[in-house]
């Protein structure tokens, strides 16, 4: 069956330091993936998008991920972590067909000055 | 976002009462959906409407019932509601099922007690 595993439930990086964020599926095709961003009592927001082509996706707030299907993952990236970006960061695929988003369970992100 | 609303934003109700959430739209998109979040389980779907009065089931759905009578607004109600219930609430709208062009905008949410 389709899904979407994140294997960290919480990360914890220094201000400034390099981020990534693991997203593992399991899919039949190559599938549309996605990354939300959560901040405390706040409802999802979109960071960014693979559909298709280029496997490299640029998102907002300076967030990156790459999808590569050799190893069935979408991991999230940043430079730099600013302590704004303490936040649930969820990665989401829809099952076959057009159908609703399935969602990991999430990694917490906290940021240490 | 202003295009997507939930109400109530929190709710404290006894067990066996019936309990609905509101979530109203004013994007016009066909897809809406109903998330709960909780600890350890991240989101997960319980009904979702692809139209006027077509809707479905998702994962959780069990204790759950959902009615779409106009575009904008999708009704989730818990018939009788239980401590299991006790959770957070998400609407959600998409233009596509899968949310392929721009993803899904999601409400604030709704903190439900169930006591």
């Known amino acids: 069956a389709q899904s979407v595993t994140q294997p960290d439930i919480h990360i914890t990086v220094s201000e400034g330091a390099s981020l990534e964020l693991r997203c593992n599926y399991s899919y039949g095709a190559t599938p549309y993936l996605f990354w939300y961003v959560q901040s405390p009592g706040q409802g999802l927001q979109l960071l960014l998008k693979y559909f298709s082509g280029d496997t490299l996706v640029q998102g907002i707030k300076g967030f990156e991920a790459e999808f590569k299907r050799s190893q069935s993952s979408f991991n999230l990236r940043k430079p730099s972590v600013h302590w704004s970006d303490a936040a649930e960061y969820f990665c989401?695929?829809?099952?076959?067909?057009?159908?609703?988003?399935?969602f990991g369970k999430g990694t917490r992100l906290s940021v240490i000055a | 976002d202003a295009g997507i609303t939930q109400s109530p934003r929190h709710k404290v109700t006894e067990t066996g009462t019936p309990v609905t959430l509101r979530c109203h739209q004013t994007e016009n998109h066909r897809y809406m959906y109903w998330y709960r979040q909780d600890p350890g389980h991240g989101l997960r779907l319980i009904h979702y409407?692809?139209?006027?009065?077509d809707t479905d089931k998702g994962e959780v759905s069990d204790g759950y019932s959902v009615s779409r009578s106009k575009t904008e607004d999708f009704l989730l109600t818990l018939e009788s509601a239980t401590s299991s219930q006790t959770s957070v609430y998400f609407c959600?709208?998409?233009?596509w099922g899968s949310g392929q062009n721009y993803g899904y905008t999601f409400g604030s949410g709704t903190r439900l007690t169930v006591v």
């Open positions: 409407s692809y139209g006027v009065k």
């Open positions: 959600a709208i998409s233009e």
């Open positions: 989401a695929l829809p099952l076959p067909g057009n159908t609703p988003l399935v």
